[in-house]
DNA sequence: ATTATTGTTATCATATATGATAACATGATA
DNA sequence: TATCATGTTATCATATATGATAACAATAAT
């Protein structure tokens, strides 16, 4: 073991961490990405959760539950969701 | 009757089916424009289907599936697939 | 202190996305 | 003709997205 005190299976584990992190972020950016801007875009217009589910046809706690971002949703939904806030949604592939 | 020989009301059907359709259209426009978008990006890379659902993890059916357009894919395997092309989705409110 | 407003979390039921496999279609090529 | 490469379609199993409802938390307003 080095002097440091640290042992290097130790560091190696801990990169590979920071690797899992990192692709696990890069896995998630689209999501949270598109959810930053439905917040901003409702948020911005003074629109409730409750009144962006009434728009959509859902129920507000399923919009707080798309807005934490814990789970995968459909384009459709995304498409949705935008369209209610007044606006279109848009993917691209670059 | 009308001279020009067509009832109102069959008028209104195709104007509601003309509208039904609009609707139809712009609800199913983002998935179409993003399913292009990938195909685009396959066959330009002279990638076969059997080859990007090799890089995704999953079947050439799927991906056939997918580019067909008959279902509502999830962001997160959007995200996947454009990462296979070498790309990044990008999803924008505007 | 109460009530209203807004958002959160948990849970159940149902629909559907996705993985996997197989069979088939089509066109190119030997 | 036979084979290979590529894409399509059908089907089943499983995981999960979504709808719906209810209970709760937090904050503001009265």
Known sequence: MSKAGIKFSNVKE???KDEDFKKEY???KPRYDVISQIIEAR???NM???EL???VGTQKSNIS???SGT???SLDFLAKIARSLGKDVQV???
Chains 1, 2 share one sequence.
Do not use: D, S, V, W
Request: charge should be positive.
């Open 71 to 73: 789970y995968n949703p």
């Open 48 to 50: 409730t959760q409750e």
């Open 92 to 94: 691209i592939l670059k």
């Open 14 to 16: 801990l990169l590979m």
């Open 26 to 28: 890069e896995k998630l």
């Open 53 to 55: 589910a009434f728009r």
């Open 65 to 67: 539950r798309l807005e």
């Open 43 to 45: 948020t911005r217009q």
